[in-house]
């Protein structure tokens, strides 16, 4: 289920639509204002380049945060895998309390600790199997952080509909492949048939 409802979405590309139709003088300056006014949502946005700033600065912060907190702690390996688990599961509501209770919309705060939890998890997960899973196997923590990123990356995507973050899973997907395949050309194969299996099923779902 998305955070953001269909007809939210939706009014908020036709915005979009009818601001460039009134600029381009396709629509008449009142005309504009009247259809925008019937489907203006309450959701706060700010422009591109503000976008960016805040998602660097939220994510940077949040990231410091942790480790600081992991630094002054001194942590072992795996509590310190345990907490950055901990801290994308919280990141990830953060996100969603900015959605919900803040009702920001594309504004970089809440994109910065949305993807953050991906990182988080993934990275905490990797760390925290590093020298105690199944003890043995040098890539096998590797892989579970990649995966476990991708399945975090794919959550966010579903719940956010952030499209750069399911870029970011089939990234992983490719990254994946050259770790599980032992072979250069089985590396390549096997990416390829997983990225391809992913058009498809996006495919499908579209």
Same mark, same amino acid.
């Given at each position: 289920?998305?955070?953001?409802?269909?007809?939210?979405?939706?009014?908020?590309?036709?915005?979009?639509?009818?601001?460039?139709?009134?600029?381009?003088?396709?629509?008449?300056?009142?005309?504009?204002?009247?259809?925008?006014?019937?489907?203006?949502?309450?959701?706060?946005?700010?422009?591109?380049?503000?976008?960016?700033?805040?998602?660097?600065?939220?994510?940077?912060?949040?990231?410091?945060?942790?480790?600081?907190?992991?630094?002054?702690?001194?942590?072992?390996?795996?509590?310190?895998?345990?907490?950055?688990?901990?801290?994308?599961?919280?990141?990830?509501?953060? +996100?969603? &309390?900015?959605?919900?209770?803040?009702? $920001?919309?594309?504004?970089?705060? %809440?994109? @910065?600790?949305?993807? #953050?939890? !991906?990182?988080?998890?993934?990275?905490?997960?990797?760390?925290?199997?590093?020298?105690?899973?199944?003890?043995?196997?040098?890539?096998?923590?590797?892989?579970?952080?990649?995966?476990?990123?991708?399945?975090?990356?794919?959550?966010?995507?579903?719940?956010?509909?952030?499209?750069?973050?399911?870029?970011? +899973?089939? &990234?992983?997907?490719?990254?994946?492949? $050259?770790?599980?395949?032992?072979? %250069?050309? @089985?590396?390549?194969? #096997?990416? !390829?048939?997983?990225?391809?299996?992913?058009?498809?099923?996006?495919?499908?779902?579209?």
């Amino acid at each position: 289920m998305r955070a953001y409802a269909d007809s939210d979405e939706s009014n908020i590309f036709l915005e979009r639509q009818i601001r460039e139709w009134t600029q381009s003088g396709l629509l008449e300056p009142s005309q504009g204002a009247s259809l925008v006014s019937e489907v203006r949502v309450e959701f706060r946005r700010t422009s591109i380049y503000l976008r960016v700033v805040l998602f660097i600065f939220s994510l940077l912060i949040s990231a410091a945060a942790v480790a600081l907190v992991a630094a002054s702690s001194h942590l072992d390996d795996k509590t310190a895998g345990v907490l950055c688990v901990i801290s994308g599961i919280v990141t990830f509501f953060m +996100a969603e &309390v900015l959605v919900r209770e803040f009702h $920001f919309y594309r504004f970089g705060v %809440e994109e @910065g600790v949305a993807v #953050l939890s !991906a990182i988080f998890i993934s990275i905490g997960i990797g760390i925290a199997t590093g020298l105690t899973f199944f003890g043995h196997g040098a890539n096998t923590p590797l892989v579970l952080g990649i995966t476990t990123g991708i399945v975090v990356s794919l959550a966010v995507y579903l719940r956010f509909g952030f499209l750069y973050v399911a870029a970011f +899973a089939l &990234v992983g997907l490719g990254l994946l492949a $050259f770790q599980i395949a032992s072979t %250069e050309a @089985g590396k390549i194969g #096997l990416a !390829a048939a997983m990225l391809l299996a992913a058009a498809v099923i996006a495919r499908i779902l579209r």
